[in-house]
């Protein structure tokens, strides 16, 4: 019987190279020369600090572009929507979250009860295993999952006939 995995995961790597790519431009650019400005990666968090809130939002404008060139989507983050003053820095902080969670994972769930395919879907841990007769039919719930409105961005892997 066909089946694959929902997952949601973040490309560790490619976050690496995100910040490093965008602390490059951040050493290039002119208007934070003699700027106290960083992007730095401790695990999932990638912390934003400078001197002015509106350099901390130039940050986050430049990293956001480094991770729409890397394929790595902002939609699955968690930001606060103030910044941290301390001193005289501003800071923020951007946690990416790994592994589908429970509330989402019943959505999904629910999408694809609701699409009439037929499928079967359950939930384990924190991903989701489809399973159904015909490999068009999972072609087609990816489709579905795809175009559906979910806050969180989701991979589809271990597909198997």
């Keep these: 019987m066909p089946t694959f995995d929902i997952v949601s995961e973040v490309d560790r790597v490619e976050l690496k190279n ?27 968090t990638v912390k934003l600090a400078s001197e002015s809130d509106f350099q901390v939002q130039q940050l986050y404008d430049i990293f956001a572009n480094h991770c729409a060139k890397r394929n790595l989507s902002l939609a699955g983050t968690e930001t606060p929507e103030n910044l941290t ?51 068009d039919d999972l072609q087609q719930t990816i489709a579905m999952l795809r175009q559906a409105d979910i806050e969180q961005p989701l991979q589809f892997e271990n597909f198997r006939d």
């Design 85 to 135: 003053h301390s001193g005289k820095t501003f800071s923020t902080t951007i946690t990416f979250r790994q592994g589908i969670e429970q509330p989402l994972a019943k959505q999904i769930n629910k999408l694809i009860k609701d699409s009439k395919l037929k499928v079967q879907s359950s939930i384990q841990g924190d991903k989701v295993r489809v399973s159904g007769k015909k490999r």
């Design 18 to 44: 995100a910040v490093d790519n965008a602390n490059r431009e951040l050493t290039s650019r002119f208007d934070f020369r003699g700027v106290d400005a960083s992007i730095e990666l401790n695990e999932l």
